[in-house]
């Protein structure tokens, strides 16, 4: 007699080969998002630090720009970023993106980006702690 169908044992083996999987694909998927969401806040950074470059040959100073002035608001455009300048003279700059919500959540490695008048990229310490990256792996 010829028996159609799956036994128990043939079905378990899929699930479990589908949970392996999935416990492998879930976390670099994160990964990925998290790293795509990155590049918003490097744009921003370096759509700002140009906007400052104008600034400066317009009036010799980067004095008295602001992030709202130059940008219009102080997020980034996806708004996983908040743009901020922490330091400013006549003669140089510090650029700063902090993450937003998820971003600031899933992104403990790389966190605060930097970027200076020097094209100096860098990281900092945000809300998730240290960060446990080198400046390569995040810019």
């Known amino acids: 007699m ?14 479990a080969i589908i949970g392996i999987l999935a416990a492998i694909a879930y976390p670099n998927y994160l990964n990925h998002i998290t790293k795509t969401r990155r590049t918003d806040g490097q744009t921003a950074l370096l ?33 996983w970023y908040t743009l901020s300048i922490t330091s400013q003279n006549a003669s140089g700059f510090t650029l700063q993106a902090r993450p937003n919500n998820a971003q600031g959540r899933d992104d403990t490695r790389c966190q605060t980006l930097t970027l200076n008048n020097l094209g100096i990229k860098g990281i900092a310490a945000g809300p998730a702690g240290n960060p446990t990256a080198n400046v390569d792996d995040c810019w």
């Open 2 to 15: 010829k028996k159609n169908g799956f036994s128990l044992i043939e079905l378990m083996i899929v699930v």
């Open 47 to 79: 759509d700002l630090a140009s906007r400052l470059e104008r600034f400066y040959s317009e009036n010799h100073t980067y004095a008295g720009a602001t992030v709202a002035g130059l940008m219009g608001s102080n997020q980034s455009q996806e708004n």
